[in-house]
Structures are given as C-alpha cells and as structure tokens.
C-alpha cells in the first residue's frame, strides 16, 4: 500500500492529463481519495481488481454520498465532481473516494486444500485512472499479468501452494517446468492442481478466517521429471477459460524428495480468450 | 475692463499616479504602478472556494478563458459568484470564451477544486473602440429614421 498516496492536485500543478493511482491493497478496506473532479474514470491496465468503487457527493443520496463502480468493461465516461466546499454528514470534505468492490483474501488466509508447506499469496494492485482535461478517445484493455515463480528450490516431499489474482479474467494458463537434474537418477513426478476461489463476507467464526468458497478445476496434471542427462526439463502447462474467480490456487506437490533441483511455475492471465 | 485676476498657476499631485488597477491574477490590485495595457497570457491555479479576484480592467480588453482540467470553475463580472454550480456565473468549459470587457470591469471566479485556467488578455486598439462605438450609434441612429433610415443603410451597404 502506498502511503501517502499520490496526489491528483501534483497532477494538475505538473499539467498532467491524467492522475493515476496505482498501489498494492492491504484490504477490502482500503479507501484512497482524489480531490480533484475527473471528466472520466477507467480502470488502469495493470489493474488486479476488476471493480472499483467511487463514492462522490450527492445531496439527493442519503448520507449526501452516492457510488457508482468502475469495471473492466464498464468505465465512468462523464464529469464527477469533487467540491471542495462541501462536506458528507460525516463531517469530511465532499472529495472522490475510491476503494474496490471485489473481495480480499483476508489476512492469514490459508485455502481450503492447504495442510502444511509453502503458501505465496499475490496481493492485487489497484490501477485507477482519471482523466483531468478530456474523456478518452480509447480505452485500452486490461494487460495480460504474467505471474513467475523461478528457481522454486525442491526439498523434502510436499507441497507449494501459489494463489494468484484472478478478478473479471477469462483465461489462464499456467505451466509447470522441472529444471534439468544434476542427480545421477530421474526425479518423482510433480503434480499440479489448480483450484478457483471466491471469497465471502459470511463470518461464522470470527476467530477464524473465512476460506471461501473453493472449487477443484482441473483434475491432477503430473509432470513427469526428467530423465538423466535429458536437456531442459520437462514442462506441461494447463489452459483455463471462461471460469469466474477471485484468486486462482495453484498447488505442486511432489511425492519424496527431489534430487538437487528445482522448478519454475508461470501463471498467465488475460481479459481475453 | 481690464481683467486684473491674476491666473491660477496648475497644481500637480505630489502623489504618484496609480489606476485601478490591471492586476495579475492573484496580486494585489492596490498601488499598482499605472501601466499599458498589452497583451498578456496566464495559466491561472485556481483557489478553492470563496470569490477571487481573477482581473481588474484597466481598458477595454477582449478576454479569452479555457479551462484545461475538470472544474467546476465559475466566472462572473458580478462579485457573487459562490458557489461555482449555483448558476450565478458562467461555468468554464474545456473550449474556450471570450468576450470583451469595458473599462474598470472587474472579472471574478470561483472554483471547487485546484484546476487550471488557460487565461488570455489582449487590448482592444483604441480606433476600433471608437468605431465600436459610432457604428453602433449610426445602427441606431439609422434605423430610428426609418423608412429613410431602411434606404440609407441599403445605399452604405451597395456602396460597398
């Protein structure tokens, strides 16, 4: 999280066009401000989330605060106002804020399969951009976001989970790569499983965090490791298409020990099929 | 009869000459050394809230405004102008306006936000201020005198 935050007025000293604002989230929570109006409102391109969320003054809305979201196909095309002069009930001057709608895995989130080994969790980014002096004639899509996981050093047997951003995607693939061994025998096989998560606000327990809703996508894909004196390792990769998720849960599990080596793991993800 | 009064001889101010002032945006008009008026260009930083001063006619000038951002910024020659979208004044759009300003007219504004205003000034010549005038005196003129007025103004207009 960035912190402080950019400033939209820098923006408009330094002439800029637009204002940015692009940082790692902590939390479903987070909320960033602009105190500047915007003539529009789109999602950046290296966005994780896929909604985000502007609160502005509206003395027709209860509270004098109103929301509209921002989305991957849907961007905020007209002027949305900042008034300094005014102030919400709340007491705090009427200026834009922003947070996103999409659901964080919350801190200490552990996925459902999980049961004992390494766990790296992604934290999205939000990309938020505001047009100052005039809308935008193209709205350019989302970037591909390429997740890379090299040099995964192997040792004793188990598991690796790797949950990644998935909001408002359409496609994945992601590709396993034993490296060449230097052992003088060939390695067990690497399995790989791929889950899709969708986080829930229900609090059933609140010392415990919510898992979420988890669903197995694809079925097992053993990699076989390769054999001795073989050039680049072996690979094989898993396409994914059309599921709607939050986070997408890669799991590599290798049965014993794997000789002095390691593996590469490489998440692609894309708006587009 | 001889006239005996002796004259008057003219008496100058000690004071140095100030006008009214054509002022910067942004600076104090007060004590401002009389100055010619020309043509002057600005990028403006709007103030948030309450009524600016934005510029204090000296002559008559032709004024040009653009907004470069998102607003809203109010302008109005008249002082209460807040708030920016109560329609008092004239909201500054991203194309630009222009219009004339006589003599000792005073421009203010009013915005919600930091923004920037593209503020242009140029005079207007003095002979053409004076053709300004008479034309339109002789429009008037001329069409009270009508159907005479009708036929003249059709003769100037063949004329040329």
């Given amino acids: 999280m960035t912190f402080p935050q950019t400033s939209s007025i820098q923006s408009v000293l330094n002439g800029q066009e637009y204002w940015r604002l692009f940082t790692e989230l902590e939390s479903s929570g987070d909320i960033y401000e602009t105190e500047q109006s915007g003539r529009a409102f789109v999602l950046g391109p290296q966005s994780d989330v896929a909604q985000i969320g502007l609160t ?27 008034i300094g002069t005014e102030i919400y009930q709340s007491g705090d001057r009427a200026r834009i804020l922003i947070s996103t709608n999409d659901l964080l895995p919350p801190i200490g989130f552990t996925p459902p399969s999980f049961t004992a080994g390494g766990l790296q969790v992604v934290k999205p980014s939000i990309d938020l951009l505001q047009y100052l002096s005039q809308e935008p004639t193209f709205i350019a899509p989302r970037a591909n976001r390429n997740h890379m996981f090299e040099n995964l050093p192997a040792g004793a047997a188990g598991s690796n989970w790797f949950l990644v951003p998935f909001y408002g995607r359409r496609f994945a693939e992601i590709t396993a790569k034993i490296l060449a061994s230097a052992a003088t ?29 988890q669903e197995l996508l694809l079925s097992s894909v053993v990699i076989p490791a390769p054999a001795l004196a073989a050039g680049p390792g072996v690979s094989g990769s898993i396409v994914l298409t059309n599921r709607a998720f939050d986070y997408l849960e890669v799991k590599l599990t290798y049965a014993s020990a794997f000789p002095p080596t390691s593996f590469n793991l490489h998440v692609v993800t894309s708006d587009k099929i | 009869m001889k006239n ?37 260009t600005y990028t403006l930083f709007t103030q948030v809230g309450g009524t600016r ?108």
């Avoid at chain 1, 502005?56 to 900042?82: E, H, W």
């Avoid at chain 2, 945006?25 to 100055?35: C, H, L, S």
């Avoid at chain 2, 807040?82 to 759009?93: D, R, T």
């Fill in chain 1, 56 to 82: 502005y003054f509206d003395l027709q809305s209860p509270g004098s605060a109103n929301c509209i979201t921002v989305s991957v196909d849907k961007p905020m095309i007209g002027r949305l106002d900042a």
């Fill in chain 2, 4 to 40: 005996t009064r002796r004259p008057v001889a003219p008496r100058h101010s000690q004071q140095r000459a100030t006008s009214v002032g054509q002022t910067r945006p942004g600076v104090d008009p007060r004590g401002t050394p009389a100055v010619t008026t020309a043509t002057d």
């Fill in chain 2, 53 to 160: 001063l934005l510029y204090n006619a000296e002559g008559w000038v032709r004024v040009n405004l653009r907004l470069e951002t998102a607003g809203p910024v109010a302008v109005s020659i008249r002082q209460s102008v807040v708030p920016a979208l109560s329609g008092k004044g004239i909201l500054l759009e991203p194309t630009a306006v222009s219009f004339i300003m006589s003599k000792g007219d005073r421009l203010f504004y009013t915005a919600e936000a930091v923004n920037r205003v593209r503020f242009i000034v140029e005079p207007v010549p003095f002979l053409e201020s004076i053709l300004l005038n008479i034309q339109q005196g002789f429009d008037r003129t001329v069409n009270a005198l009508s159907p005479l007025g009708r036929l003249l103004k059709f003769l100037g207009s063949a004329k040329r």
């Fill in chain 1, 185 to 213: 025998a060939a390695g067990p096989p690497l399995t790989v499983e791929v889950y899709g998560l969708n986080f829930s606000n229900i609090i059933a327990d609140p010392v415990v965090p919510d898992s979420g809703h």
